[in-house]
């Protein structure tokens, strides 16, 4: 009986238009785009450990720009407190030893005596 069931199905897939010779090569065109998809997603440009390593490389620009940000940030500050200290400088220059800079002109007003017309 298994001969038969064999034969019958055999005869079945005939009918169809299918052979045993086009079913091997349905299983090894499939087979084949099997090992061709998974070798592109191991290995060339586009592949897991690729897209691994530049994951690594944007998590360490990441910080690299967070310790640039961070030393801006401070030399920032450093220069903000230069130049509230220059100014500071300045205005006790100006006030109490009469500092002139460069681009300015003085104008010294003299007030004349009450008694004296």
Same mark, same amino acid.
């Given at each position: 009986? @298994?001969?038969?069931y064999?034969?019958?199905e055999s005869d079945?897939?005939?009918q169809r238009g299918i052979s045993h010779h086009g079913s091997v090569l349905v299983l090894l065109l499939v087979a084949l785009m099997f090992v061709v *998809?998974?070798? @592109? *997603?191991w290995g060339g440009e586009g592949s897991l450990p690729a897209a691994w390593r530049l994951e690594r490389v944007i998590e360490n620009q990441k910080q690299d720009n967070q310790r640039l940000a961070d030393r801006n940030r401070? *030399?920032?500050a450093e220069?903000?407190?230069l130049k509230q200290g220059l100014d500071a400088l300045e205005e006790r220059a100006r006030s109490e030893l009469g500092m002139i800079a460069p681009h300015e002109t003085f104008f010294q007003l003299v007030e004349r005596p009450t008694g004296r017309p």
């Amino acid at each position: 009986m @298994s001969n038969s069931y064999a034969f019958a199905e055999s005869d079945r897939c005939r009918q169809r238009g299918i052979s045993h010779h086009g079913s091997v090569l349905v299983l090894l065109l499939v087979a084949l785009m099997f090992v061709v *998809l998974q070798a @592109s *997603l191991w290995g060339g440009e586009g592949s897991l450990p690729a897209a691994w390593r530049l994951e690594r490389v944007i998590e360490n620009q990441k910080q690299d720009n967070q310790r640039l940000a961070d030393r801006n940030r401070a *030399l920032d500050a450093e220069v903000k407190n230069l130049k509230q200290g220059l100014d500071a400088l300045e205005e006790r220059a100006r006030s109490e030893l009469g500092m002139i800079a460069p681009h300015e002109t003085f104008f010294q007003l003299v007030e004349r005596p009450t008694g004296r017309p």
